[in-house]
């Protein structure tokens, strides 16, 4: 492992801060590192150091600034034991699953890089001979980045990959949770090149204030939050004031359908990659389990089957499938929701309580008899709990699946060509799995219809979120 770099990095300098905060291990509660805990006062200093950056990384050619991030990338994935070690040790996922996600949050970075080199404008046929128009890209200036502890890498290079590439600089506020991957990560991007100001981590516990800042100054000009819905909304209204552009990747309720007309073992394989992952701590967990009458039992004994054989342990155990849950709040509100759903007739076939391998630890969960009323069915579980509703046609299934707030992710398992258009086109969600229980990468637009969020990240849309239009129109030509 990393020897963990715990000093927030601004300007260039890493600063040891006012104070420190513990940064624990999830699957024991041993504190791995102390963590410089800055606050609003060098938040505005970051912000002045990406403000001073601006202007030279700006100014380089794209195919400079990919060469970095190039460099960038390379690193990243020549330390992907070290990082996924860090990862494990301070997010608690299993090993396995920490080196995909190391692949799979360089991949943003070599992704972005190549982008930006294809970042056209338009020429634009004239309205008057004396004109001539064109459109241009720009980047957006000084972006604000507020991240996540259930991706520490990923959900950091899907934003500062196309910041950076884009020519924005970038100050970016890690989880209190998972402050040591950032660091790690910016690390490498130090020794890759990236210029001082261009790249700087806040690292601290008083989120609300360290927001507000990133939100109410002017020289911020675009904010992306990936997170709660409730969180979202907050910096939303807080961003109202700049009238800052904004990326919101925010919660889900993903339903996943299974008809009787799906192949089961298919079925059965796409909601073990869908809903247990990461412990069932993604933005894109299947959440809903709506299975067709016709097929209800069987997928619901092969489901359990395969789930009460999981190994849940320490995400350093090469074995285990299931690891610890981020903390203390979140085991308990996985388990107010299970217990909730089985005082109101629900049954376990397999878990149903915590797990003894540890306090933040649940077992792998499958409920059946789960209705709509059970307040399972509204609330986002990020648990290792599938909860299985039934239905019996197809116009039921889309209601059930639509009648929430969100609209993040959604799957849905059918051989019948037919159907698979009908559902895909029907379904309110930015993201559809069809016949497919993992969609994530960083070639295809990753979010959120209603009130999961605004804007793409990854692909080319994820580029234009750091991007201005300017119009330049060309007067008196003759
Ligand atoms: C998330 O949970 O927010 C991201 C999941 C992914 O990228 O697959």
Redesign the pocket.
Known sequence: MFDPVTDAFIGGHWMSGPTRFAVTNPANGVVIAEVANLGPVQTVEAIDAAEKALPAWSALTAKARSAILMRWNALILENTEALAELMTAEQGKPLHEARGEVAYGAAFIEWFAEEAKRSYGHTIPTTASSKRMMSIKQPVGICAAIT?W??PI??ITRKVGPALAAGCTVVVKPSEETPLCALALARLAEIAGVPAGVLNIVTGTDAAAIGQVLCDDPRVRKLSF?GSTEVGKILYRQCAGTVKKLSL?LGGNAPFIVFDDADLDAAVAGALASKYRNAGQ???CANRMLVQSGIYDAFAERLAQEVGAFAVGSGSDPDTVIGPLINDEAVNKVEGLVNGALEMGAKALTGGARHDAGAQFFTPTVLIDVTPQMEIFSQEIFGPVAPLFRFETEAEAIALANGTPYGLASYFYSQNVNRCWRVGEALEFGMVGINEGLF?TEVAP?GGWKESGLGREGASEGLSEYLETKYLCFGGVQ
Do not use: D, G, H
């Open positions: 996540p259930n991706f990923a959900m990936t990747e993604t933005c894109v994530s990753f």
